[in-house]
């Protein structure tokens, strides 16, 4: 019987950055990637969803030690662009479950946020591609949160 | 000489739903995916950022055949929720970039949002994975959007 989850990675290297309340306008999205660029930044997620006004913020994740660099690189974008702030999270982890064919499964997300939901853990952020649902927690929660996938998806067998 | 992105994508079948200022507390996301789970919807992507408050914005995307259906759900879990609503778009398109290796060359975001900046096209969703870089757009504005990623990645030849 083939499972439409095959497995779940924890990622406790990952620091969160996000540049808040840029105009929300053609170009700027350009502007913020081109500095991380030019400063060779790898970028793990972006993140970016809508708002209700006409600021928006702009999420991502990169490798813990290029945090201090990136919060540096972000203030000086936010300045140049009339940005409202900058915010950041060192101590965030991000869980994956892989697997091939997960997106024609419609409850697959449903059940991954409801191991994690069930074990009391919040969902700071989600991205999803089709071989992966990733979600954003606390570090502290990232072992309990492990626990709760593989019970719920039957992973340890 | 290999390529770093190797195609891009044009979905045009694609329908935005937003659920707005949900509680950002454990178990929310689960309820919001079971009961499209339960409806059977098929969901591509969902974003979910952080705020800077105690509720969040849960966006997704889902075929537009299905939109209907999907507002429906959401204006039902809205109020089991006390959300402040659900909004919604069938005018978008999903512009994917494809590529192995994507993720380890920090300038291909920057290159793609380039592009659609420079033709004067808004980013309205970001949402990324190693081997794809997806923006959700203007309906409208997908034709050109195609047009400026494949000339600035040089996808032509
Ligand atoms: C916010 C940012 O993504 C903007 N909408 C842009 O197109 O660059
Ligand atoms: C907003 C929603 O994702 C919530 N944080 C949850 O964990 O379910």
């Known amino acids: 019987k083939k499972r439409v989850v095959s497995g ?13 309340g840029v105009p929300d306008e053609p170009g700027v999205a350009q502007q913020v990637f081109l500095s991380l660029a030019q400063a060779n930044i790898n ?3 972006i993140i970016q969803s809508m708002m ?5 913020d702009i999420a991502f994740t990169v490798a813990e030690a290029d945090l ?20 950041h999270d060192a101590k965030v982890a991000k869980i994956s479950i ?11 997300a449903a059940t991954m ?14 991205s999803t591609s089709e071989i992966k649902i990733s979600c954003l927690i606390q570090e502290a929660d990232a072992k309990r949160a492990l626990e709760a996938i593989h019970e719920r998806f039957h992973l340890d067998a």
């Open 8 to 20: 779940v990675a924890c990622d406790l290297n990952t620091a969160k950055a996000v540049i808040l």
């Open 43 to 45: 970028i793990d997620m």
């Open 52 to 56: 209700r006004r006409d600021r928006n």
């Open 68 to 87: 201090p660099q990136v919060i540096e690189i972000m203030e000086r974008v936010a300045a140049k662009l009339g940005a409202e702030g900058v915010a």
């Open 98 to 108: 892989v697997g091939a064919g997960m997106i024609s499964h419609p409850g697959t």
């Open 113 to 126: 946020f409801g191991a994690l939901g069930d074990a009391g853990i919040n969902i700071e952020m989600i």
